[in-house]
């Protein structure tokens, strides 16, 4: 008898585990994606690592001291806010600086979140290679730079960071990336090329039907009401982008 209800008990027992399983495996709705790549991607699956500390010039035994240089943050990125193979990205929003903590986390999401045998991914940012000092606490003020603290790398607004594609769809990499985006220093959002055509064509068409002809731009080329009086040379660079780029 006892061996008998054990038994019966035991096979009321892993009845759910069963269920459980038999719904987990009816339910799963992954497309089969193919593993083979379109021609055309590049190869590299997942994402190198960048090297925390840069070559040091040859002519040279130390790495040379740099200004704080955060003019290579300022404006908007007009070079690398394209994707090169037109599918998915992460772009930034605002300026701001990447540290090699920034580019490892990056680096262990994409590889470890992202079946690679389906994808790619590469780098659109340059290994930290600015120099940042510091000072220790409670030291005299003066006598020079600090050491060297950590290299950065700035990054301007509209600037991709990485670049993802292959066979997998934006839905279904979009988790993944939203949460890349929320890991970095500055506001960032995934993209793909659907949407960045999407906002071109909007900021196109904006142009367009725009009958108000004092925009910013005409504003301050025009010196109206002479506002070159409360404007310095960033707004009038950058005066094509708007007043909340500087």
Request: hydrophobic share 35%.
């Amino acid at each position: 008898m006892a061996c008998r209800s054990f038994i019966k008990n035991g096979s009321r027992l892993l009845r759910p585990i069963l269920f459980n399983r038999i719904i987990v495996n009816g339910t799963q709705d992954k497309p089969p994606f193919p593993k083979v790549l379109p021609i055309g991607l590049p190869l590299q699956n997942e994402l190198p690592e960048v090297k925390s500390v840069p070559d040091t010039p040859p002519n040279q035994q130390v790495y040379p001291n740099m200004s704080r240089r955060l003019l290579e943050c300022r404006g908007v990125e007009i070079v690398h806010d394209k994707l090169i193979h037109k599918q998915y990205g992460i772009i930034a929003l605002a300026p701001g600086l990447m540290k090699e903590s920034h580019f490892n986390t990056i680096r262990d999401m994409v590889n470890k979140r992202i079946d690679m045998e389906r994808c790619f991914s590469i780098w659109r940012v340059d290994p930290p290679w600015h120099p940042w000092y510091f000072k220790g606490l409670n030291k005299k003020r003066g006598a020079g730079k600090g050491s060297i603290e950590y290299f950065v790398t700035p990054i301007k607004a509209n600037r991709i960071i990485i670049e993802i594609g292959g066979t997998l769809t934006f839905d279904y990499l979009y988790r993944t990336l939203l949460a890349i985006a929320e890991s970095l220093p500055f506001p960032a959002v995934p993209v793909s090329q659907e949407l960045l055509d999407k906002w071109d064509a909007e900021r196109q068409e904006i142009q367009e039907k725009n009958i108000n002809s004092f925009r910013w731009e005409y504003l301050i080329r025009n010196n109206i009401m002479n506002c070159h009086r409360y404007t310095d040379f960033y707004d009038i660079e950058f005066a094509r982008y708007g007043p909340k780029v500087r």
